[in-house]
Antibody, heavy 120, light 109 residues
Framework: VQLVESGGGLVKPGGSLRLSCAAS????????INWVRQAPGKGLEWVSC????????YYADSVKGRFTISRDNAKNSLDLLMNSLRPEDTAVYYC??????????????WGQGTLVTVSS | SYVLTQPPSVSVAPGQTATITCGGN??????VHWYQQKPGQAPVMVVY???DRPSGIPERFSGSSSGNTATLTISRVEAGDEADYYC????????????FGGGTKLTVL
């Protein structure tokens, strides 16, 4: 079971960035997937969740209206489109699978993370 | 919004038992999950649904939850257990949102 994030980098405030998460080793279409971020030296902050079929999507208030989560079950992939980026969005972004097929559950496993830096 | 409160730090000598608490309103009615994060690494789940262990996690790690407090207990602490530990629940009271505690730094003396 593996999750691999990509797409991080340096972006100016107000800019956009698309993160991707490639999954392997499990039936991707059976699990909800989450994005969780961690600002430098800070704790974990949940960002967004998408259900197995994509019918249910949830966002943290801090990113609602700016970030969009999506998934392609045919390609075993997950995206996070981030618009109107702010310096406080600077963080390592992890994708994390629900630990169980039914319900929201905990997060297991996690990817290795991708760093997003928002700075002029 | 739902808030989870953890002590910033816990210290324990090798071989002893470490107890890390996570406080939240009626947290005993939620499913609490715990994660270990070592420096420069992604978090790893060590306990799910209050007290179950994922495969590969040593039996030394256990969890419980009742009332307003959930607890992660690490028995026979080893130097390799030194890490940050986070609790997490889902807040489904309004819109769905996952909530993490602020994290506890476990120091092995």
């Amino acid at each position: 079971v593996q999750l691999v994030e990509s797409g991080g980098g340096l972006v100016k405030p107000g800019g956009s960035l698309r993160l991707s998460c490639a999954a392997s080793g499990f039936t991707f279409s059976s699990y909800s997937i989450n994005w969780v971020r961690q600002a430098p030296g800070k704790g974990l902050e949940w960002v967004s969740c998408i259900s197995a079929t994509g019918n249910y999507i949830y966002y943290a208030d801090s990113v609602k209206g700016r970030f969009t989560i999506s998934r392609d079950n045919a390609k075993n992939s997950l995206d996070l489109l981030m618009n109107s980026l702010r310096p406080e969005d600077t963080a390592v972004y992890y994708c994390a699978r629900s630990h169980q097929v039914v319900g929201l559950g905990g997060f297991d496993p996690w990817g290795q993370g991708t760093l997003v830096t928002v700075s002029s | 919004s739902y808030v989870l409160t953890q002590p910033p730090s816990v210290s324990v000598a090798p071989g002893q038992t470490a107890t890390i608490t996570c406080g939240g309103n009626n947290i005993g009615g939620e499913g609490v999950h715990w994660y270990q994060q070592k420096p420069g690494q992604a978090p790893v789940m060590v306990v799910y649904d209050d007290g179950d262990r994922p495969s590969g996690i040593p039996e030394r790690f256990s969890g419980s939850s009742s009332g307003n407090t959930a607890t992660l207990t690490i028995s026979r602490v080893e130097a390799g257990d030194e890490a940050d530990y986070y609790c997490q629940v889902w807040d489904t009271s309004s819109d769905h949102a996952a909530v993490f505690g602020g994290g506890t730094k476990l120091t092995v003396l």
